[in-house]
């Protein structure tokens, strides 16, 4: 579903930030990509989401290829895979369900779908009772849960979290956690980026890629992949 | 959609209204430059329409001139393509027609012993070939015959009025362009800086898989807008310069519809053009 092929991301300042990486993410995986700060975990995400394309070798993700993506193709690929960030970026003159609806209303929803779809997903990720409230006025436990709402918004097959407990303490990072492992319960793949080491080593059922200087050092998916067909990609 | 697009276009103007004013100011100036400079080629055209009408070439004939070489040369002259009309005004005529139109030198004219003013064959020319070409071409024929002293046409005159027509259009293209100009980089200063004001917007935009067309559709609206209010504010200032010299120093004819409501319309896609070409760069560097 999602596919890395032999991909080089070189930066005109920087240099090489990814170098030959190849891994193959599955329909409904969860997977941790960990690596020290700089290691490429965020170009991986910042590749998948189509915001760069790789130097060299290719990006697959459900049924989109970086090689013959054309520019107004890709908001329909973003359409199908969500992401969430550290730093949550919600909109802070926006109310969380104005937040949620933002997402739907520029991606040409009708009106009288949103409402709805706005409230589902709040009581999706427990913040029903916090419709009316601004970002400033919410933990960061619940900006995150925000952010993860919005991300689902188009019920994605894949969803990208870039250190998403990174902000947090460990009570409201273990929420977080536990509603990323619910979204994956329910059939969409995530990719997780993140540094906690701890973290990892607590869920050994999940998938490790791990990276060191734009290269992957480690997988623990490796041998799965060439007994299994290559779903939707 | 288009209502999102309608709703974020008025937050912005609403948010930042001194800059869309200054956009609208800025386009509404160069386009009262172009109006003002259209109006007065107007009337310069209207003037020159009706001169044209009256120019005729005067033929002034020697004194030996005999009757019947008077008749051949009339009707020689009278064959012209060019020519409509032909009038003789014999020498007692001329003195009758000065002694007419300058009193002043009625003594002088009536204590003359001999009358020294010339007959003369007024030509009259066709509509089509009262430009100042065709007209020094008839001039030149006539010239050519041997009783024939002197032609006159008034060409300097005609000349010049045509030499101010071009100058006019010349100056009110350079300086109206000059203008155009800097009201397009005023409103992609505008366009940048309601883009940066909306940076997190956009961000969140692309992040969620809102089209190019739909990020950009409200920036555009906001261009058109404050585009299609500098072009009513060039169209009531031209009017306010017109109601102002009209009657008091020169009387002037108001531009045709057309031309007012499409100096309007520039406005418009003046604005439009320059959010597009501002939002062109600005949106790529956002991604």
């Known amino acids: 579903?999602?596919?890395?092929?032999?991909?080089?991301?070189?930066?005109?300042?920087?240099?090489?930030?990814?170098?030959?990486?190849?891994?193959?993410?599955?329909?409904?995986?969860?997977?941790?990509?960990?690596?020290?700060?700089?290691?490429?975990?965020?170009?991986?995400?910042?590749?998948?989401?189509?915001?760069?394309?790789?130097?060299?070798?290719?990006?697959?993700?459900?049924?989109?290829?970086?090689?013959?993506?054309?520019?107004?193709?890709?908001?329909?690929?973003?359409?199908?895979?969500?992401?969430?960030?550290?730093?949550?970026?919600?909109?802070?003159?926006?109310?969380?369900?104005?937040?949620?609806?933002?997402?739907?209303?520029?991606?040409?929803?009708?009106?009288?779908?949103?409402?709805?779809?706005?409230?589902?997903?709040?009581?999706?990720?427990?913040?029903?009772?916090?419709?009316?409230?601004?970002?400033?006025?919410?933990?960061?436990?619940?900006?995150?849960?925000?952010?993860?709402?919005?991300?689902?918004?188009?019920?994605?097959?894949?969803?990208?979290?870039?250190?998403?407990?990174?902000?947090?303490?460990?009570?409201?990072?273990?929420?977080?956690?536990?509603?990323?492992?619910?979204?994956?319960?329910?059939?969409?793949a995530v990719l997780m980026a993140t540094h906690d080491l701890d973290l990892v080593r607590h869920f050994p059922q999940y998938r490790v890629i791990e990276l060191a200087e734009g290269a992957v050092v480690y997988d623990s998916g490796i041998g799965e992949d060439a007994s299994e067909a290559d779903g939707a990609s | 959609m288009a209502r999102h697009s309608i709703r974020e276009a008025i937050g912005a103007l609403r948010r930042a209204p001194g800059l869309a004013i200054l956009s609208a100011v800025s386009i509404g100036l160069s386009l009262f430059v172009l109006g003002t400079f259209g109006l007065v080629a107007y009337n310069v055209e209207l003037t020159l329409q009706s001169v044209e009408q009256r120019v005729e070439v005067v033929a002034y004939l020697r004194d030996d001139i005999s009757a019947a070489q008077l008749e051949a040369l009339q009707n020689d002259i009278r064959s012209f393509a060019e020519v409509e009309a032909v009038t003789h005004v014999?020498?007692?005529?001329?003195?009758?027609?000065?002694?007419?139109?300058?009193?002043?030198?009625?003594?002088?004219?009536?204590?003359?012993?001999?009358?020294?003013?010339?007959?003369?064959?007024?030509?009259?020319?066709?509509?089509?070939?009262?430009?100042?070409?065709?007209?020094?071409?008839?001039?030149?024929?006539?010239?050519?015959?041997?009783?024939?002293?002197?032609?006159?046409?008034?060409?300097?005159?005609?000349?010049?009025?045509?030499?101010?027509?071009?100058?006019?259009?010349?100056?009110?293209?350079?300086?109206?362009?000059?203008?155009?100009?800097?009201?397009?980089?005023?409103?992609?200063t505008t366009v940048r800086m309601a883009v940066m004001a909306r940076r997190e917007e956009i961000i969140i935009m692309r992040l969620v898989g809102a089209t190019d067309g739909f990020i950009r559709r409200p920036f555009l609206l906001e261009g058109l807008v404050t585009g299609l209010a500098g072009g009513l504010l060039a169209f009531l200032l031209t009017y306010g310069a017109f109601w102002l010299v009209d009657g008091s120093l020169i009387d002037l004819q108001w531009l045709p519809p057309g031309w007012a409501a499409g100096g309007a319309l520039a406005g418009g896609l003046l604005g439009l053009l320059a959010s597009g070409a501002a939002l062109r760069r600005h949106l790529i560097l956002q991604e």
């Open chain 2, 90 to 188: 014999s020498k007692f005529e001329a003195m009758r027609n000065a002694m007419q139109q300058l009193e002043e030198f009625r003594e002088v004219f009536s204590d003359l012993e001999v009358n020294p003013l010339p007959a003369s064959i007024e030509v009259q020319l066709k509509p089509d070939y009262r430009a100042p070409e065709s007209v020094a071409r008839v001039a030149e024929l006539i010239a050519f015959y041997p009783f024939v002293e002197d032609v006159r046409y008034g060409r300097e005159w005609v000349d010049k009025i045509y030499q101010l027509r071009r100058l006019g259009g010349a100056v009110a293209v350079i300086l109206g362009l000059a203008f155009a100009v800097v009201a397009i980089l005023i409103i992609g």
């Open chain 1, 1 to 188: 579903m999602i596919k890395l092929i032999g991909v080089y991301k070189e930066y005109p300042r920087s240099g090489l930030a990814l170098k030959n990486v190849s891994f193959h993410l599955r329909k409904g995986e969860f997977a941790f990509l960990t690596g020290p700060s700089g290691a490429g975990k965020s170009t991986i995400l910042r590749l998948i989401h189509m915001a760069e394309r790789p130097t060299e070798g290719e990006v697959r993700v459900s049924g989109f290829s970086s090689a013959h993506l054309r520019r107004r193709e890709v908001p329909r690929l973003r359409r199908r895979v969500g992401m969430v960030f550290q730093s949550f970026r919600l909109l802070r003159d926006r109310t969380a369900a104005e937040n949620l609806a933002f997402a739907l209303e520029v991606t040409g929803a009708r009106q009288n779908e949103i409402k709805a779809k706005v409230q589902r997903l709040l009581a999706q990720v427990g913040l029903a009772a916090k419709a009316g409230a601004f970002p400033d006025e919410l933990s960061g436990g619940e900006q995150q849960r925000v952010a993860m709402a919005r991300a689902l918004i188009h019920d994605p097959v894949v969803l990208l979290a870039d250190e998403p407990m990174g902000n947090l303490d460990e009570r409201a990072a273990r929420g977080i956690f536990e509603l990323t492992r619910d979204i994956n319960s329910s059939g969409t």
